[in-house]
């Protein structure tokens, strides 16, 4: 079983910059893909970002690509989420998840475990 606890969150103006973090527990960190996901008020769940096991694949949302990066540090168990020009619209709760596979990554049904969320709001 994998803990996920986010960090990073917090208040910025538009066409800013966070670094969002979540550490994972245990020590098969390196065994599962990571995700990023963000749930706004109102709305679904939807996906933001994911990193393979070794980082070696990476997929985006084409909502953030060319402003969000996400990486991992297998050493720290931890991934990270790099998101620069931030708009409005960015503004929701961010989620991590672990998942065991790459089937339906870009889906919240693809992941077994997650993160409590930490609040992301963007000012205009």
């Known amino acids: 079983q994998v803990q996920l606890v986010e960090s990073g969150g917090g208040l910025v103006q538009a066409g800013g910059s966070l670094r969002l973090s979540c550490a994972a527990s245990?020590?098969?960190?390196?065994?599962?893909?990571m995700g990023w996901f963000r749930q706004a008020p109102g709305k679904e769940r939807e996906f933001v970002a994911a990193?393979?096991?070794?980082?070696?694949?990476?997929y985006y949302a084409d909502s953030v690509k060319g402003r969000f990066t996400i990486s991992r540090d297998n050493a720290k168990n931890t991934v990270y989420l790099q998101m620069n020009s931030l708009k409005p619209e960015d503004t929701a709760v961010y989620y991590c998840?672990?998942?065991?596979?790459?089937?339906?990554?870009?889906?919240?049904?693809?992941?077994?475990?997650w993160g409590q969320g930490t609040q992301v709001t963007v000012s205009s």
């Open positions: 998840a672990a998942a065991q596979t790459l089937n339906a990554v870009m889906q919240v049904v693809g992941y077994d475990y």
């Open positions: 245990g020590r098969t960190f390196s065994r599962y893909v």
């Open positions: 990193i393979s096991w070794s980082g070696g694949s990476i």
